[in-house]
Structures are given as C-alpha cells and as structure tokens.
C-alpha cells in the first residue's frame, strides 16, 4: 500500500502491480478506508474525570494522578488490573501491553479480540502444532488439485486470499468445494457447493472427520449420522461422496476455514476435527498441503505470538507453565509474580467479586459485544479505574476515569503478521491527530508515571528486543528481504542479537556495496518437520468427535446470525465517511424466494422476534441466502439488534469464546414502535 499525503492529510491510497504478498491488489476497506483517521470525532487530546465529567488535560497533569491511582492498586496484591486489546494493532504494541501488565502491573489478567471468535482456532491449533504459522500460504492454493472451505468466505473475510482462490479455480481448475449454509462469493466457481443448513456445519465437519479417519469403516451410529445429514441437513450425499473421493486421491489440497466456523457453537471441536482430518490425509507431512484459517481482524496472529492473552507468554510459550515463567524471568531479568490470570470471563467474574479494581484497554469495548441484559455495563461499573486508550468514543469510553488519544497506523511504525505468516513493516505517513500517541508509548508512559519504566524508548526499541529472543519475526515478504531460520526459534537463554543469525549477502547498489541480510525460503510458513513430529503425538490421543448443532428452527422460524461485511472492518471503519457512501446501514438479507412468499419487498422493514426481545430490520432479498437463514451485517449490530440473544454471558468451558452467536427467531411484517 502507497499512501499518498498532501498538508498532513491522506489523499489517497494506491499499490503498484506485482508488489508485495498481495501483488498490487487491495481490498475496498484498504483502498477506501481512510477518512475515520482524520475526521472530528476523534480523539486529540487526553480526558480525565473530574467530578463525575470527562474534561481535557494535559499529559504532564494526568500521568501523576493516574501513576499513584496505579500504584495503590497495585499494593493490594497480584491480579488486581486487568488488560484488553485489541487484534488491530502492531506486534510492538502488544509485546508492550503484555510486559507492562505481567512485569510492572504484575499482573496475568488480559485478553484479546480474538477471543470473540478466533480463539477458538488458534488454541486447538497451537495445541497440535506449537505454532500458529500456517503450513501452507497462498502460492500453495494456487498449487492444490482439491480446495476445501468450510464455514469461511475469504472475499468478505481476507480479500486477497479470495482472489487467489478465483485464480487457483478459474486457471489451475483445482477442485474447490465450498461447505456453507449460504452461498459465497466463490460459489459460483465451486466444483460442488454443498449447501448445509443453518448450523449443520459443525456435524458436516464431524462426520467427514470420521469417514476420512476411519478409511469408510463407520459404526452404525457414524452410518445414522451420516444419514442424518442427507435427510435434516440438506446434504447432497453425490456431492459428498465426490468430495471424499478427491480429498483421499489428490496430491495436494487445502483445507480453508474462517469466521464463520470460528463463531459456530461447537468451533473449538471442529477445529480439532479438522486437524485429525487433515492427519489422516498426510497432509501434515506433505509439502503444499494443510490447514488456513483465515483469521478475523489484522492482527490476530501477531498479537497471539506476542503473548498478549493469559494463556500464552511471547513465543507462544505457557504464561501459566513454571518452566515457561522462568525462561522468560531469565530472559527479562524481573519476577514474573502474577497470580493464575484469566480471560475475558475471568475478568468479568473478578471484577464482579471485587478480586479486580482496574480495567485498562486498548481499543477494545467489551459492552458492545454483549446484550444489555448481560450486566456487563453494570459489572464494570464497579470498577476503582477504568483507563481506555481509544480514537473515538464509544460506551466504555463513557465510563472511563482516564481517556487517552491513540494514534491510528497511519501515523506511526508497526510491524503486522498476515494470514500467510508474513511478517509485514508499516511505516508512518502522517504526524499524530492532536497530542495522541501509539499504544506503547502511552503505555511507557504510564509505567514511568508509576516509578517501574520499561525502557523502551521507540518503537524500533521495543522491535530490536521482540527480535533478540524471537529472531524468525524479522520482516519478510514473498518478494522482499527474508529471515534464515527455523520457524519458531525462541532465544531466552544467552539471547543473540538478530543480526548475528542471518548471513550477510554482499550486493553493488549505486557502484557501493552494501550488506544485507537475505534467505531464499521465507520463514514465514511453520516448520513442518517440527509441527509434524509435535503433531503425531497431539494426533494419537483422541478421534473425532461428534458434534451437533442445537440450533434447528421449528415450525415458521429461522435463524439469525451476524456476518461479516465486504464494506468494513469493526466499529472503526463506521465513521469513515468513504465506506459509508458505499455502505451506510446494516440491512437482513432474506431469501429471495422466502420475501416473495411472505410479500416483503426490497427496503420494507420486518420485525424479528426471539425469546429474549424484538428488532426491526430493513430487508434486503438475497438469491444467496438459505431459505432459514437470515444474516445481517456484525459491525453495524447495536443494543437493539443484540436484545435478541440470551442476556446471560455465556462462554465456552474449553476456550472462554462466547457460545451464543445464532439465535431461533421468527419474522413478522410488523415494525416495532
């Protein structure tokens, strides 16, 4: 991406043809998406409550007062302040969240955006893998004879990985198949689109599991599975056999998942499912074969390898593992003195019983994600401190102590892991809106502040140390400059200096030589040597297992879920005034077939009603849409629209994720008042 400048503002932003891992192709949010950064309604200057109002301050008359507020808490003992931040932001930003929680906070208490979704992948995967660099990128879609996708739509969810698909079965003629209860993008250029019906998936992954695994040999309650998704499900068992008859035969094929298998209610087993499947296949061992998960927001997987969950330290090492602790102790020189830690619902459940008194996020706002009737409001509420570093205000906003203004990336250095495994460079285009600052600065800040400095000084300061011990993150592109190494090497223990372990490669630039440092093969896929030796052990312990869907609508009822828009990407891109021409409102898609039935039109509202609350909804009539299905867009879901789910917070026992992300509903002509 070329970001084009004028008098500090962005103006436009272009790419050059064959350049970078996308090769000059950009997506509609990156092309367009840039106006929310330089609008009004942000940020530019720090807020602190004073008799009950936010007002501005200065940095240099709110750092004091927030430090001792810090301080005092963190007297009281371990855990007692908690973290969440979001996936959108650079590796430096996270490496520095989680040092200042677990090494001057002392505290174990954070968790990330992904946990919404994309935790339910990257657990089951780390867990039989050690790492969370995918086997296969996108020069291997393109090299598969079969493709399979499941719960994903790649043009919506990773743009440039679904124009790779379109080349890999438009050019090569790889066999694509495409599981989904609607139709996608990719449909149309599917060999076989088995439609499931709404929440089937799960049980498809589950049974195609077991046949694969077991050779065909399936017990008879396997056969009566099976039979049940012909018969409930919508299976078209031709389509099923011809898929199972390419992926046991092809040489090399793929298997593609996303957000919408990451949100299902049995997300954590299917994964799991999957990763047998794709064992049984030989894919583990054989080059060009795998797993891609596409992961929901820029920076899922970067923020993940840097440790910024309670599950994991950086590196992906266990944050609650003693030899773990003391590697890293050894590593930083300090005591990791945090308590057990915990995640989202973790957090939720302390500062209920008052284990917690401080809440400090970064660009995350756990009240729009949960119904008005979860309390979550009222659970923050009782809160000593609520610190949130944010561009734009939002309903945790309101209730903050402390609000500070955060630079957007186009105004400052980052470094960001594609869903290929790439590690990617963003440099600064335009000076910080107001007086905001990156996140690791705020954060240095604070710890200043507190009397317990970091030390970081810049953000290439806080890259030159995630590089000391994690060296295989050293920036690299498919046609760029690349590290020498095996995936995953970890420098804890004498750490070298980044420099010292690539080869330098003399080269003529301008008739003076320079020195560089350059590998032939990128590391940004996993080793597979390793991730399969790992994996053979993880395989041995369980089969596949069945999972069933709850969610199967009765008499005259559908069900309703939130998806992901072409158009955006979170909350963010909703004031940007670019994508909103192209898209201003969240509309219910509803089959076509269904709208004429029941005489709805294009643009007329409906209400849906659930056992939890009701919401009206413009309509849109969609060919693509499963006759008991009805999906709208997640960015723009508000209180109204979230009124009908469960009011309970209900997540997962396995990976703490919220479960309840479909709900039974029924529809009726009228609108509510």
Excluded at 142 to 162: C, F, H, Q, R, Y
Excluded at 294 to 302: F, K, S
Excluded at 651 to 660: D, F, R, V, W
Aim: hydrophobic share 40%; with cysteine; glycine share 8%.
């Amino acid at each position: 991406m070329h970001v084009e400048t004028e008098n500090e503002s962005i103006v436009r932003v272009t790419s050059k043809e064959g350049l970078g891992p996308n090769e000059g192709s950009i997506c509609v949010v990156g092309r367009f998406g840039f106006n929310h950064v330089q609008t009004p309604q942000r940020f530019d200057t720090p807020y602190m409550r004073v008799e009950h109002r936010l007002v501005p301050a200065s940095w240099e008359e709110l750092l004091p007062e927030l430090g001792n507020r810090l301080n005092a808490i963190r007297r009281k003992g371990t855990d007692r302040v908690a973290g969440l931040i979001s996936p959108r932001v650079s590796l430096e930003d996270a490496y520095a969240f989680q040092s200042f929680f677990r090494k001057v906070l002392k505290s174990n208490m954070i968790d990330t955006g992904a946990r919404y979704g994309f935790m339910n992948a990257a657990l089951p995967i780390v867990e039989a893998t050690g790492t969370l660099r995918p086997l296969v990128d996108h020069e291997d879609l393109l090299k598969a004879k079969v493709i399979l996708l499941i719960g994903t739509d790649p043009v919506a969810e990773s743009n440039i990985t679904g124009l790779f698909l379109k080349r890999a079965a438009r050019k090569n003629r790889a066999r694509l198949y495409v599981v989904d209860s609607e139709a996608i993008t990719l449909s149309n250029r599917a060999s076989d689109h088995i439609r499931v019906n709404p929440g089937g998936e799960s049980l498809f992954v589950s049974v195609l599991s077991e046949e694969i695994v077991s050779g065909g040999n399936l017990t008879s309650e396997w056969l009566t599975r099976k039979e049940e998704l012909f018969k409930n499900w919508n299976v078209d068992p031709g389509a099923y056999q011809r898929l199972v008859h390419d992926l046991k035969t092809a040489e090399t094929g793929v298997l593609v998942t996303g957000r919408k298998m990451f949100r299902n209610e049995k997300a954590n087993q299917s994964i799991k499912n999957m990763m047998k499947m794709i064992g049984s296949l030989g894919w583990m061992e054989r080059e060009g074969c795998g797993i891609l998960p596409i992961p929901e927001t820029a920076n899922d997987l970067g923020v993940l390898m840097m440790g910024a969950t309670f599950e994991w330290l950086p590196g992906l090492l266990d944050a609650r593992n003693e030899s773990s602790r003391k590697k890293w102790e050894s590593a930083w020189g300090t005591s990791l003195s945090y308590g057990s830690g915990g995640g989202l619902g973790q957090i939720l459940q302390g500062i209920e019983e008052g284990k917690i008194n401080a809440l400090i996020t970064i660009g995350e706002n756990p009240i729009g994600h949960f119904p008005s009737g979860s309390k979550v409001r009222q659970i923050l509420g009782k809160l000593d401190l609520i610190v949130s570093l944010d561009m734009f205000q939002n309903e945790l906003v309101d209730m903050a102590h402390f609000v500070l203004p955060a630079s957007s990336s186009f105004e400052r250095v980052g470094h960001f892991v594609s869903v290929e495994g790439f590690v990617q460079k963003s440099v600064q285009t335009m000076a910080h809106w107001g007086e905001s600052l990156p996140d690791w600065e705020i954060l240095e800040k604070i710890s200043h502040a507190m009397g317990s400095p970091m030390g970081f000084d810049s953000a290439e300061s806080v890259m030159q140390e995630i590089l000391r011990f994690l060296p295989d993150l050293s920036p690299s592109t498919r046609n760029g400059e690349h590290f020498v190494g095996k995936t995953g090497d970890i420098h804890l223990v004498n750490p070298l200096s980044p420099s010292s372990l690539l080869p330098n490669v003399e080269e003529k630039v301008n008739g003076s030589v320079s020195r560089r440092k350059i590998a032939e093969v990128p590391a940004h896929k996993a080793n597979r040597s390793s991730v399969s030796a790992r994996f053979a052990s993880w395989n041995e312990k369980d089969k596949p297992v069945l999972c069933e869907s709850g969610l199967i609508p009765g008499e005259g009822e559908f069900i309703f879920s939130m998806t992901k828009s072409l158009f955006h990407s979170g909350k963010m891109t909703l004031q940007d005034p670019n994508l909103k021409k192209i898209q201003s409102e969240g509309k219910l898609r509803i089959n076509r077939q269904t709208a004429r039935k029941r005489k709805i039109k294009k643009g007329e509202k409906i209400t849906l009603s659930s056992a939890y609350g009701r919401c009206s909804f413009i309509v849109e009539p969609s060919p693509m849409v499963s006759e008991f299905e009805l999906l709208f867009p997640e960015h723009f879901a508000d209180s109204q629209v979230l009124a009908l789910f469960p009011p309970e917070i209900a997540l997962s026992p396995e990976t703490g994720t919220p479960t309840t992300r479909r709900i039974r509903v029924s529809l009726s002509n009228e609108t509510v008042s």
